[in-house]
Every structure is written in C-alpha cells, then in structure tokens.
C-alpha cells in the first residue's frame, strides 16, 4: 500500500471515529477487529483518531476481538496495543473509571499481553497498570511513614480507611501509595496468581522483571506462600534426618513406614504441580529431582520390606540416597537466605 492509500484509509476511520454500533457499544475499532480487517495494521494513532471509548457491552476491547482469531495477526495486535496504551496515557492524566474500566478489561488477556506482545509494549502497559493509588474525596496520602506490610487487598481501586489503617504507620522513611489496577484474585492460591505464575515464568526479558508492577508482584506472591514453602522445608528436614537414623538402625519397621509415608505424601505434591503446569513441570531440574528421589527411596524400603540379602548394595543404595537428599534439602534452605527469591 503507497502513502497516498494509507492516508486517503486514515481519512476514511477518522471520518468514522464516532461511528456506533448497538445493541453491542462498539466502535469503528470493534467492527474492524471482528472482522480481522487488515486495516487494523495500520490504524491511526490515538492523538489523530480519538475514539470515544474502547470497552463493549460485554466488557471486551478491540485487542480481544484480535487475539479471539484463529491466525492472529501480531502486527494488528501491536498496533491495536500501542492505540489503547496511548488511550490510557491521555486518560490517566487524571484518574478517572473509563482508566478503570479498560484497565479491569486488559486483565483478562494480561497473560497474552505480556507473553505476545513487543517488550516495549509491555512495559508500558506494566507501567499504566501500576500507578500512584487514587484517594477518595482527594484525601492526600502522606510521604513520610512506614508500611505495616509491603501488599493489602482491596475491592476497591481507591485508597479507603481500612485500607490505610492496614498498611500505614507513622514513621519517617519516605514512602509512596501505588495500586496495581490490573483485576485480578491475588490471592496465591488462586486460578489468577497460578496463569501470573506461569507467565513470569515464561517471560523471557530480564528489564520487565525490574519494572515495578512485575517486582512487586513477585514480592506479594513470595510473602503469601511462605508458610507452605517453611512446611515444605521442615518436612523435608524431618525426613532426611529419620533417613539419617535409620542406616544406624536398619531393619526399623517403624522408620522404614515413616519415610515410606513422608516420601509418598511429597511424590503427592509433585503429582499435583504437575497436574497444574502440566509440562511446563518437567522444564525444571528440580522438578525431575524430586520426582526420581522420591519414588528411588520408596523403592529401597520396597528392597528393604523384602529383606534382601545384598546389604552392600542397600547401604550404597541408602549412601545415595542421603547424598541427593542433602543437596536437595541444601536448596530448599536457600528460602531463608535474602536472594532466594
């Protein structure tokens, strides 16, 4: 397409900016992402096409429309990206619930975004997500203080009295109030903090692990599964030390029931990481470590409930065992240490 075909197709969307569709609340923009229109590549830029508003009836905004194609055409998703962040940069000026509604809609696909789209993009798209928190009532936020804690959830965008009182104490550290819009359960057990989970893993850009939204995304993730990663650890201790004992005292039967349990309740755990991340599980190291030490220990009380008589092997067998185990608990210790996360 020559210049003067791109500018006289400008024309043509500018010209239809305001264009409306009912009963659905779409735009030019809607239309065109429906129908995959090539169009969509080369769009004007928000600051000479300004479209009234860009989320649907049904709470979806162009970029949905996009990505729901079969053939994704990742140059008219770049573009349509790029059109509804400059979109938020002119509306963030002043907080207001139009940069709520498009910020809660672009959370359903923030996987994608962070994954498919330009790095560029998605940093600012990271930046437009993390923003200085809004008040009620233009209540100012102080800059001097110290935090209770470093995350809170809230229903609400705002900064409200229960959630100042929870995270806010006097102090003289300067501090800052900032909200992460994108509409999430963040709470770690969930659905939401599992596909984040599975995302950051993906992602494959050290300079967006530094932006703000990410870090303390990873912080909050990190604080609220703490004490399912100490339990992990303590019983993992517990396990290598009654391993430990027991070569002192073979022929336990009591031992022998006890890591044969403490071993099948971890290869549990691991069934069910799989089960999550499916094969994205056996992309790590550790994964596959402990699967195989675990079913190896169940396997030499299994020699051991059989009485075999070749007790060299056992003992080389029992002498591996506690050699991957404490390398293994080695790793999970690091979680105390300050750069373990």
């Known amino acids: 397409m020559n210049l003067k075909e791109q500018s006289a197709r400008n024309e043509i969307l500018i010209a239809y900016q305001d264009l409306y569709f009912t009963p659905h609340n779409w735009n030019i923009l809607h239309f065109l992402s429906i129908l995959n229109n090539d169009v969509v590549s080369s769009i004007p830029s928000y600051a000479d096409m300004k479209v009234p508003f860009l989320v649907d009836k049904y709470g979806k905004t162009p970029l949905h429309y996009l990505i729901a194609h079969e053939s994704i055409d990742f140059l008219a998703v770049n573009s349509m990206l790029k059109y509804i962040l400059d979109y938020l940069e002119e509306k963030g000026q002043d907080y207001n619930s139009e940069y709520k509604t498009v910020t809660d809609s672009l959370s359903e696909i923030a996987p994608f975004i962070l994954t498919k789209t330009s790095p560029g993009l998605v940093e600012r798209f990271l930046k437009l997500s993390f923003i200085s928190s809004p008040t009620v009532y233009n209540f100012e936020l102080p800059r001097f203080g110290d935090s209770e804690t470093r995350s809170s959830f809230s ?5 409200e009295t229960d959630t100042y009182n ?9 501090i800052s109030f900032q909200t992460l819009m994108l509409k999430l359960d963040y709470n770690a057990t969930s659905d939401d903090m599992l596909d984040m989970a599975l995302t950051l893993n993906s992602m494959k850009s050290e300079e967006l692990f530094r932006c703000p939204a990410i870090s303390n995304l990873i912080q909050h993730l990190w604080e609220n599964t703490q004490l399912v990663r100490y339990i992990n650890a303590l019983l993992f201790t517990i396990l290598m030390l009654i391993i430990s004992v027991y070569i002192g005292n073979e022929g336990s039967v009591a031992l022998e029931v006890i890591i044969v349990t403490l071993s099948a309740i ?3 755990s691991e069934i069910i990481q799989f089960k999550f991340f499916k094969t994205e599980y056996f992309h790590h190291f550790w994964n596959w470590s402990d699967i195989i030490f675990h079913v190896f220990v169940i396997a030499v009380m299994i020699t051991r409930f059989c009485e075999m008589d070749n007790d060299l092997l056992t003992k080389w067998l029992l002498s591996i065992v506690v050699i991957c185990g404490y390398t293994r608990l080695a790793s999970h210790l690091r979680l105390f240490t300050p750069t373990s996360n």
Request: glycine content about 6%; cysteine-free.
């Open 155 to 159: 229903t609400e965008t705002v900064v």
């Open 166 to 174: 929870k995270i806010y104490q006097k102090g003289q550290d300067m």
């Open 266 to 268: 971890f290869l549990l």
